[in-house]
Structures are given as structure tokens and as C-alpha cells.
């Protein structure tokens, strides 16, 4: 039974349409598909930098994963190319399912948030731009504690920034890793299996699983008005 009244959103592939990018792709690098490796190499590159304990904010990742694919295929990606799909990613559209959603949990009276490890800068960009920013009522970033979800101190700082102890928040998002990072610092977690992304079994199963916001929204609402 979910005791959560603070739902805290992923942004990116969560809450914001990554293939408003693939124009950009199919520009670079002849395969819109490339889009999906670079971002994926990004969060790997992320992730090997917290292990590490190093340390570059989200869009330099961004920037290195993009070099890293170019080299790989054989594109040597110029400045301007570069620099349109770093800006691009300020300008991505929400979902389709997301504001609707984001109204119902409103609407039933819960707290809402953002969890990102794109720099704090960035995530107010992207949110202004997909005209959703005023229903969070906090932006938080990989940024404040300089380590990448899934990170135990990144969760830990939401907790802390919404003066919540971390059974009372879940955490929403399309990464079944960050939703497991999330539920291992004792977050609530629902899964957006958006495309037909899958869990990995050798994690705890999350409280929700849906195949889309819609479905989480539902999930956690009508448990809300079950227990009240």
C-alpha cells in the first residue's frame, strides 16, 4: 500500500519527449536511431563517473557521449551540430500523457517535485519550455551533491530538500535503475515502461509498474482514495 504524498518526477525520457532530437540525429550522423546510443552512452558515462567519484556536469557528459558516438561510426560531429543538440535538449516537448497526469495529482491534493541529473539551470529550461514548471514546487540536481542517480546521496538530498523522510516520497521514472536507486534510500518507486523498456530482475520489483504516466497516475491515486 502506498504511503507516499510526495511524487518526485524524472525528467528526461520521463516527463519529456527525447525524440523532438531525432531530426537533429538524422542531420549528424545519417540515422535518427543514433540518438538512443548517444544518450544511453551518456548515462553510462555518468554512471562511470560517480563510481569513480569524478565528477562534469550533465551536458559535458552530453557533449563527450557525443564525440564518443561520432568516433565510433566514423562522424566527426562539428561545433554547430554539437551545439544544436545541446540546445535541443532545452527545448524538448512533454509527453503526451504528462500534463493531464501531472493535473489529476494535483488535483488530489499531492506534493510534486523533480529529481534530475541534468544541471538545475537546464531542468528549469526544459520545464519552462514544456510549460510544466509551475506544477513542481521544487527542481532538484545531480548538481547539489555532484553525483549521478542512481547515487544514494542524490535521493538522500531530496529527502532532505522536502524535509521528507524517504518512505513518504516515490519516485517516478522511465529508468528501471533509477527507480531501483530510488527504493535501495527507501523511496517508493514507479516504473514508466515507456517503448516497452523492461525491469531487471535481479532488482526489487518497484511498487508500480506502468506503460505510462497515465497508469502511474491512476495506480497512485486510487490508492489514495482507497485509504482515505
Known amino acids: 500500500m502506498l504511503s507516499a504524498r510526495t511524487i518526485v518526477f524524472d525528467v528526461n525520457e520521463t516527463l519529456l519527449d527525447?525524440?523532438?532530437?531525432?531530426?537533429l540525429f538524422?542531420?549528424?550522423?545519417?540515422?535518427?536511431?543514433?540518438?538512443?546510443?548517444?544518450?544511453?552512452?551518456?548515462?553510462?558515462?555518468?554512471?562511470?563517473?560517480?563510481?569513480?567519484?569524478?565528477?562534469?556536469?550533465?551536458?559535458?557528459?552530453a557533449a563527450a557521449a557525443l564525440e564518443m558516438t561520432g568516433r565510433k561510426r566514423g562522424r566527426a560531429i562539428d561545433?554547430?551540430?554539437?551545439?544544436?543538440?545541446?540546445?535541443?535538449?532545452?527545448?524538448?516537448?512533454p509527453h503526451g500523457d504528462v500534463v493531464a497526469g501531472l493535473?489529476?495529482?494535483?488535483?488530489?491534493?499531492?506534493?510534486?517535485?523533480?529529481?534530475?541529473?541534468?544541471?538545475?539551470?537546464?531542468?528549469e529550461a526544459q520545464l519552462r519550455h514544456a510549460r510544466i514548471r509551475d506544477f513542481f514546487e521544487l527542481v532538484l540536481s545531480a548538481d547539489s551533491v555532484r553525483?549521478?542517480?542512481p547515487a544514494p546521496e542524490i535521493y538522500a538530498m531530496a529527502a532532505e530538500r522536502l524535509r521528507s523522510a524517504p518512505s513518504e516520497l516515490l519516485l517516478v521514472a522511465a529508468h528501471d535503475w533509477d527507480v531501483a536507486g530510488a527504493m535501495r534510500a527507501g523511496f517508493e518507486g514507479a516504473f514508466v515502461a515507456r517503448h516497452g523498456t523492461s525491469l531487471?530482475?535481479?532488482?526489487?520489483?518497484?511498487?508500480?509498474?506502468?506503460?505510462?504516466?497515465?497508469?502511474?497516475?491512476?495506480?497512485?491515486?486510487?490508492?489514495?482514495?482507497?485509504?482515505?
Open 18 to 23: 527525447m525524440s523532438a532530437l531525432d531530426p
Open 147 to 149: 553525483r549521478f542517480k
Open 79 to 93: 561545433a554547430e551540430r554539437t551545439r544544436r543538440i545541446l540546445r535541443g535538449m532545452s527545448a524538448l516537448p
Open 103 to 123: 493535473e489529476a495529482l494535483r488535483a488530489a491534493g499531492f506534493r510534486l517535485a523533480v529529481l534530475t541529473n541534468g544541471e538545475e539551470a537546464l531542468a
Open 200 to 228: 531487471n530482475p535481479l532488482e526489487v520489483r518497484p511498487t508500480i509498474v506502468a506503460p505510462d504516466i497515465n497508469g502511474v497516475v491512476e495506480a497512485i491515486v486510487g490508492n489514495a482514495t482507497a485509504v482515505s
Open 26 to 61: 538524422a542531420d549528424a550522423f545519417g540515422d535518427k536511431g543514433v540518438r538512443r546510443t548517444w544518450f544511453a552512452q551518456t548515462l553510462q558515462n555518468a554512471m562511470a563517473a560517480t563510481i569513480a567519484g569524478t565528477y562534469q556536469d550533465f551536458s559535458t557528459m
